[in-house]
């Protein structure tokens, strides 16, 4: 942890963002956050939100300025027919453990700078998104974050049913400027 913080200290950043996969899994990421804000960067942990870690106190717990919470729309489920899980057990895991709404409401209870950001393949995903929403307490419009699914950047008029969502509900637009700048690219 302490060449990490040295490493990051030294490239000069104001912010450190921790994700991949899903980062409240490993214990490390307690005192790895908690020397990142001592280090003096602004700490955001993505997440998927079905992993409940308390707010940093003293040697404990987890230092986070930004929670940014993404929790996983049915659509995230593999296909029943992928090549990579021929049994479905993957398929049935993540099925199972995709929302875990006690995690998510602790989180969105101990941590009030937050976004939830929903990444939407089709209009009919909003149905499941308002209806997760109904379930959490606590949230404003202002905090939610809609994104379309894509590896390429959407053609003219492809994703202005999630601008009028946006719109209509006073989220936010979440475009997928790495996709922009950098294309479907390892890394980006």
Not at 74 to 91: I, L, N, Q
Not at 96 to 105: G, H, K, V
């Amino acid at each position: 942890i302490e060449t990490l913080v040295q490493d990051t200290a030294r490239a000069g950043v104001p912010d450190a963002v921790l994700t991949g996969g899903e980062p409240l899994l490993f214990d490390a990421i307690e005192p790895l956050s908690r020397a990142l804000r001592a280090a003096g960067l602004h700490i955001t942990i993505e997440t998927a939100g079905t992993i409940h870690r308390p707010p940093a106190n003293g040697d404990s717990g987890l230092a986070c300025d930004l929670m940014s919470l993404s929790p996983k729309l049915s659509t995230s489920t593999p296909a029943a027919d992928d090549p990579r899980d021929p049994t479905g057990v993957w398929r049935e895991r993540h099925e199972q453990r995709r929302i875990d709404l006690e995690a998510l409401q602790r989180l969105l209870n101990d941590y009030p700078c937050r976004q939830i950001k929903f990444v939407a393949t089709a209009p009919a995903d909003l149905t499941e998104i308002d209806q997760l929403l109904s379930r959490l307490t606590g949230w404003k419009p202002s905090e939610i974050m809609l994104m379309p699914e894509g590896v390429t950047t959407p053609k003219p008029g492809a994703t202005d049913w999630v601008v009028e969502a946006c719109l209509e509900r006073g989220w936010r637009y979440c475009h997928r400027l790495h996709i922009e700048l950098f294309g479907n690219t390892r890394g980006t």
